[in-house]
């Protein structure tokens, strides 16, 4: 008990944080003018006295947000998979810069992480909930928590677009006082997705499908309604076999894919070999009576460029518009 007394005291000196029910949201700056800001994350209001100084990363969906915001050399520590194929070179430079705490993640790939070795970190904000560190217990100690909206186990959104991708950076900005920094990145974000429409316009009628195959057999998922891949397929001119499914993921049978026979693939994976993971459909049964399987108009690619709704699905888009449409 001494020792969580003192790490208490620490974070104090940090900077004080609270979770509060305010109902309101200030747009001033925290700590600039003594105001204080308060945002909405999975349906709760999260309050900052101070702009965060000690960031811990539990998962990787914050990374491009934070750098085009100019406040990831403020993270200081972090833990979970972060793929290089997601970032550019100077995002790289500064991810390696991060000391690393724990890449333990089990066979769903979730993160397997102590309670105490973030705290020891005296963050004063933590980015990414896992199982046993929730917003509840964090916030029983002063350490504010802002999730994915996408990702949060209550009060997520319905569905996610394009907007939320505009509107959680317009989140990040209001938190570390960089509004300018972020109305350049959303201008950036839809200069690339409207650029993205023109060049496909109305699409050529094919249908698509995004998955997450169980490498090795077993359970494949797909993405509907209220997933990123109903409108990233939308953008690049697609029409999502599920989308008359409204969930966000759901598990699907090797039979009801060939019902659908998508003429594309998207399938998602989140670490190991592409090959394997084309193959998992491959060898679904009967799955050479897929279009997309027989026509070879597939392309594997890592989970976050589809889901959820962060920066990296514009490039995820870009990605998909490029192989399919030479």
Known sequence: MKHLFTVVGALAAVGALVLTGCS???????????????????GTDVTFNKTPER???????????????????????RA????????????????????MLSDDLDAGGHLNISKDTVIAQQPDLVLGEV???????????????????????????EHQSFDS???QLETYGTIFNKKDRADVAISD?????????????????????????????????AYGSKSMAEP?????????????????????????????????????YSEGDEQAVADAV??????????????????????NFTEPATPLVVDGLERIVERFYQ
């Open 232 to 268: 990233q397929l939308e953008a690049a001119g697609f029409k999502n076999v599920f989308g008359d499914v409204d969930q966000r993921v759901f598990e699907v049978t090797g039979e009801e894919l060939i019902n659908r026979n998508p003429d594309v693939l998207i399938l998602l």
């Open 189 to 221: 974000l839809k200069t690339r997705v409207d650029a993205v429409k023109k060049q496909v316009g109305d699409g050529d009628g094919r249908t698509a499908a995004v998955l997450y195959p169980t490498v090795g057999g077993g359970t494949t998922y």
């Open 282 to 303: 491959k060898n679904l049964p009967g799955a050479d009576s897929i279009t997309a399987v027989h026509d070879n108009q597939m392309l594997v690619q890592l989970m």
């Open 165 to 167: 991708i505009y509107d």
């Open 80 to 99: 979970g998979a972060y793929p290089d194929a997601y970032y550019d070179q100077a995002t790289r430079d500064e991810l390696n810069k991060i000391p």
């Open 55 to 77: 960031m811990v990363l539990l998962k990787s969906a914050a990374v491009p947000a934070l750098h085009d915001l100019g406040v990831l050399d403020q993270v200081v520590a």
């Open 131 to 157: 199982d046993n560190l929730d917003r509840a217990s964090l916030s029983q100690l002063g350490i504010p928590l802002i999730e994915e909206p996408a990702m949060c186990k209550s009060g997520a959104p």
């Open 24 to 42: 309101s949201a200030e747009n001033s700056s925290a700590g600039a003018s003594g105001e204080s800001v308060t945002v909405q994350n999975c």
